[in-house]
């Protein structure tokens, strides 16, 4: 008897030894074309009573010859039995064993193992089994008896076990009435779809080649050995098939499912669409292929949604992944990642991405290598795909091809075949529906962030006599829309209103609310009303737009020249006032209010004495608090970063930020959750020789007047440049208020901030100004129309007393 040790990383420690195969081919119609010695021997009916009969009269299957078989089973009792291959109802390769009555034997019943092979060509052959009595595996000679473990037969794909090529030279002897052609194909498709071998666990296979027969020497100690090395490992032994029941029906299917569930569960384990594709490329490689570059439509990589219509010819794909066991960097200056480029229709994969089925190319041969050659300008990729074998699957979602990889197999490997094929376009369909989540996930995301930032304002970090900064972080668990708003809006003499708000939940209503409330804010604020007022004006709106609808809200109103905050708050947490002169900071304390939405609470406005330099600090709760954690704990934490020197606005924000997610983390109390606004405004002030002040008396003549006293204070605050244009404005501004005012004094007030030159003029008359549209002949109308063009800012608002109109003129671009 002959020992060998199969190789592979399938099957271990074996020992074999021939045994005769029975060979039976049978026809479309379930007729018996071929029946071999062996089939003689082990079935008992001579090849002129077998050939032309019924296949399910002399086979092992369900229900055959009820008087002389007893029903089939295949082994344990699992998988499809072979009267399922007869009828042609599956199209892979099955296994199995039986037993059954043999006539002519003396042992009433004959235990067989068979293997089923679907045959597919031109021939009229449909079916080829193979079967062996399991009897004869065991050699008295080299097994001692128990030695042997239970026999299953079942498949192994590509594996290079000694025998195989036996196998492949033998068939055509034991197939003696066919052509050599139809041996041939007969043979190359047994090849394909997997050797048959003998389980005996789940790791060992041996091969079954004809007249070889092979058993099992029990490795006990091997096993004591890797369990009890698994258990110092601190893993769990992996149980013997057998021991486990496991279902063996056949092994090259098996080791496919085997193959894809092993990849399935290295990715997606992300909705990050770059971390996907690093996953799906190296899950593949090395064990399909050699070279997996994964290509996506523009649209995917950029989050733009789904891509609409079938690709073309000029359809963009992005090279996003290119994974491979070359030598490092022998592949990055040819293909690199991140470039994007058309396919010819000429190319393979212009055939995958518009046919959406997989392409394999066995050999790429020289003319193909120049042909996808021609599509990398000045660089020559053609030793590094000719005479490859090549196999291009699609991604796919939803009946749409989202991209595709390119696999490729050195030239030492097996080419590509159709199982293959059929392996990597079931690979790629569960790569694509993970990209295809990655895909959603990342397009939602950018759409929400691009409907927070359109809902969040651009501040401007330079308003009159402050400086601001501000930060918004999205929830890390909640959704990344949130409600939660800051706002700066300009006032009438140079004070500038300050808003933090928070609308309480998340997702789309919220931010939808937070929309709402903040452009009612802005207008409310553009009519120069109390904060307190505001805050009444706003609960009142929120009350009208439905009764679940709340939110906190901080309004504070800022003037530089008289150094005072006007604050009023609804239900927030206190901002923060870090003082200039000694560094020292405090919570603000304010009557708290109830928030915004509740109805019938009085709202109360507080003053504040501040000086320059000095920062005011307005946040929302996300910053501050954590589930299960006092809020004190947080609020302590903001007083005290808010005091550290920093080298910039933005710099002390990150300082905050970072000081409290340090400690939610030292307190083990995780991440942040929340949304957050973060506002932190540097309250400069406006000095006294930077605002200049005149009352003017209702006639004519005072704009002649006024446009003097323009000039003359534009020289002295060295602004030149502006004197032309800032005489214009205000004459027209001071001729409107001397003809509509009711008999008060008009007050003309000019505000060096900068660069820039701010321009009030205040009088009794409440009636807003607006743009009209003058025609040639029109005496009035004018005006304003100018002022709308050469300013870079205007508005108009109502006080106390009457209204002011302002404009903001900065320097001329040179």
Known sequence: ???????????????????????????????????????????????????????????????????????????????????????????????????????????????????????????????????????????????????????????????????????????????????????????????????????????????????WGVARRTERKARRRREEEAAAAGRIPVPDAADEGEDLEYAAVRERLEFLNEVSGRIGSSLDLSQTILEVSRAVVPRFTDVAGTYLREQVVAGEGFPEGPPDETTLWHRVAVEHTDEPGRWDDVVPVGESMPFPAHTPFFQCMTSGDPVLVPRISEEMGNAIASQFEKRDIRPLINHRSMLVVPLKARNVVLGFMILLRHQERPVFNDMDRVTGAELAARAGLVLDNARMYTYQESVADTLQDSMLPHIEPRMTGCDIATRYLPGTLLGRVGGDWFDSVKLPGSRTALVVGDVMGHGLNSAAMMGQLRTAVQTMAALDLPPAQLLRNLDDLAQRLGEHYLATCLYAVYDPIAGELHLANAGHIPPVLVRATDGRSELLELPTGAPIGVGGVPFEAVSVPVTPGDRLLMCTDGLVEVRGEDIGVGLATLTESAAHPAASMDAACDTIIRALAVTFADAGRGGRKDDVALLMARLNGVAGEDVARWGLALDPSEVSRARELVRGQLRSWSRDALIETAELLVSELVTNAVRHSRGGRVELRLVRSGPALMCEVEDDDHTLPTLLNAGPADEFGRGLRIVSVLAKEWGTSRTSTGKTVWFELAPPRR
Do not use: C, N
Request: glycine share 12%; aromatic share 6%; no cysteine.
């Open 1 to 211: 008897m002959d020992q060998g040790t199969p190789g592979g990383p399938v099957a271990q420690h074996a020992v074999a030894g021939r045994i005769p195969l029975a060979v039976v081919v049978i026809d479309g119609a379930g007729l018996v074309s071929h029946w071999s010695v062996g089939a003689r021997r082990l079935f008992g009916y001579a090849k002129e009573d077998a050939v032309g009969a019924p296949a399910g009269d002399l086979l092992p299957v369900a229900g055959a010859l009820p008087d002389e078989h007893e029903p089939y089973g295949t082994y344990d009792g699992l998988g499809p039995d072979l009267e399922t291959s007869l009828d042609g109802r599956i199209s892979y390769p099955a296994a199995g064993r039986a037993r059954l009555s043999v006539p002519g034997r003396e042992q009433s019943r004959v235990d067989v193992l068979w293997w089923a092979y679907p045959l597919i060509g031109p021939g009229p052959e449909r079916l080829l089994v193979l079967a062996a009595d399991a009897d004869r595996l065991v050699d008295a000679d080299s097994l001692e008896p128990g030695q042997v473990e239970r026999i299953a037969p079942g498949f192994a794909l590509h594996t290079d076990f000694p025998g195989a090529d036996e196998l492949a030279g033998r068939l055509p002897e034991i197939l003696p009435s066919m052509s050599v052609g139809e041996s041939s194909r007969i043979v190359a498709q047994i090849l394909e779809l997997g050797y048959p071998v003998l389980e005996f666990s789940k790791h060992d296979r041996v091969p079954v080649t004809p007249d």
